[in-house]
């Protein structure tokens, strides 16, 4: 199988402790679709392989992204029909930052 990649940034983020800092790591190293993180001057590029990428996985994205004020409009690359049915929910606390205030239709296959 070979790896669709995707290159997600996370920039100026802020850790208020050394353990925050380290849990951020940690999570980012759970995270099976996670393939490398590089951190240049105020910007941690994560490399993702979107492959690997399913619900409980892209939930956790969210999740991630919300905690540490990482811009979420960069996540909808995993946009697709898999996902749809509740990743384009409205009301999800996620789909402003996402898809802005008026998402288009742009779901892909």
């Known amino acids: 199988m070979k790896m669709e990649k995707v290159e997600l940034q996370a920039d100026s983020v802020v850790f208020y402790s050394p353990r925050d800092e380290a849990q951020f790591f940690g999570w980012l190293d759970q995270m099976e679709c996670v393939m490398e993180v590089v951190g240049r001057g ?3 590029y994560i490399q993702v392989d979107k492959r690997r990428v399913d619900a409980e996985v892209l939930r956790d994205i969210l999740a ?9 409009e960069q996540l909808k690359v ?13 009301d999800a606390y996620w789909y ?12 892909t296959a």
């Open 78 to 90: 995993f946009d697709s029909e898999a996902f749809s049915t509740w990743f384009r929910r409205s």
């Open 42 to 44: 105020r910007i941690i």
């Open 64 to 72: 991630f992204f919300q905690r540490y004020r990482i811009a979420m």
């Open 96 to 107: 402003r930052s996402v898809f802005g205030a008026r998402a288009q239709s742009s779901v």
